[in-house]
């Protein structure tokens, strides 16, 4: 790896989602989801770049066409390896430690994903994230690896399952790999709480937090969020029954 690293945002979106389709490009306060979260991801000062990981489907030409229009990187592959989807992403784009996100973190606090980096910069370790003992409400998810590190996971490894979820293969073998934990302060942890985009329940609690913080505060962090849950606690009740698929 470069003595100076080049971290890359990778951001896993496409529109043909199961439960929600077309989830990423849904609107909130007069913006789509995606626009949102890659605007968040900006204020990331570690941040050299942000790469929307799609696929080569006609479905996510529009995908392609906000990334383009916002000036942030692109590549399609794969739609159901996503592991090859995003390493590839990474060696098109010169990336040496990959922020891997999904597309359905529009809430994202830019402040915990440089917590996060900065963790892994000083750690010295494979791996970092805060979702291996999950203290953040889903939906703050953050992972940070080297790109050689993902190359190694591809090499070991052919199962559906680990190349669907891209770094699960990563934590689930503490034996290869060494992993570090950034868990959140009391004041910000809610390991119960949704905040993911992944069904019309999620659709509604988000669109509600963007209403109510947005127009005064653009770039309101989880603080914020947990704020206005507090002080209207029947929303997070909209998606509280909500299965959640992966941990």
């Known amino acids: 790896m ?41 204020r990331v000062p570690s941040l050299d770049g942000i790469v929307v990981a799609t696929t080569g489907n006609a479905t996510d030409a529009p995908v392609v066409d906000l990334a383009e229009e916002m000036g942030v990187g692109v590549f399609r592959g794969s739609e159901d390896d996503v592991l090859v989807r995003v390493l590839d992403a990474a060696r098109a784009h010169n990336i040496d430690v990959i922020v891997e996100m999904t597309g359905d973190c529009p809430l994202i606090d830019p402040a915990l994903v440089e917590d996060c980096i900065r963790g892994y910069l ?78 019309p329940e999620d659709l509604d609690l988000i669109r509600r937090i963007f209403d109510t913080l947005y127009p005064n505060n653009p770039t309101f962090g989880l603080a914020d969020i947990l704020g206005v849950l507090k002080d209207s606690p029947e929303l997070a009740e909209l998606n509280a029954h909500v299965r959640r698929k992966h941990a």
């Open 2 to 42: 470069a003595e100076t690293p080049r971290i890359v945002a990778t951001i896993e979106a496409r529109m043909t989602s199961s439960r929600l389709p077309g989830k990423v490009l849904i609107e909130a306060a007069g913006k789509p989801m995606l626009q949102h979260m890659i605007e968040r991801l900006q």
């Open 122 to 199: 000083a750690a010295g370790v494979d791996y970092v994230s805060n979702v291996l003992e999950r203290t953040y409400p889903r939906g703050m998810d953050t992972q940070v690896f080297a790109t050689d590190i993902l190359a190694d996971v591809a090499r070991r490894t052919d199962d559906s399952e680990d190349h669907e979820h891209v770094s699960i293969y990563i934590y689930r073998h503490p034996e290869i790999y060494t992993r570090k934990n950034m868990p959140g302060p009391p004041e910000l942890s809610d390991p119960d709480l949704a905040l993911t985009l992944d069904t």
